[in-house]
């Protein structure tokens, strides 16, 4: 089975960009939809923050709408996440996974390494 393989995080200054990708090293895992989820520091819960599905469609989550962009190709497993306007607030690990597996709710699901990013003056 092939492993997700999350990059781009880094330290940025509030107002800040960054570019996430994601993609599998290995086996393709078959799907329709990805996307990216992120946990913020002393929480357990990941939230997911933006998705893509085959085709194109996209969902964000309030908390970020209008300040972040998915893109890629599920069905490739790679997409990305372009990250602008930065806060405090979005400061988290970073991680890609399959929306339709429910991995943030379902016990003991696959998460790859993430990405850390930083947002502080």
């Known amino acids: 089975q092939g492993q997700l393989v999350e990059s781009g995080g880094g330290l940025v200054q509030p107002g800040g960009s960054l570019r996430l990708s994601c993609t599998v090293s290995?086996?393709?895992?078959?799907?329709?939809?990805m996307g990216w989820y992120r946990q913020v520091p002393g929480k357990q819960q990941r939230e997911l923050v933006a998705s893509i599905i085959v085709g194109g469609t996209t969902v964000y989550a309030d908390s970020v709408k209008g300040r972040f962009t998915i893109s890629g190709d599920p069905a490739k497993n790679t997409i990305f996440l372009q990250m602008n306007a930065l806060k405090p607030e979005d400061t988290a690990i970073y991680y890609c996974?399959?929306?339709?597996?429910?991995?943030?709710?379902?016990?003991?699901?696959?998460w790859g390494q993430g990405t850390r990013v930083s947002v502080s003056s």
């Open positions: 290995g086996s393709i895992f078959t799907a329709n939809a």
């Open positions: 996974n399959f929306p339709e597996r429910r991995p943030a709710t379902v016990p003991g699901s696959y």
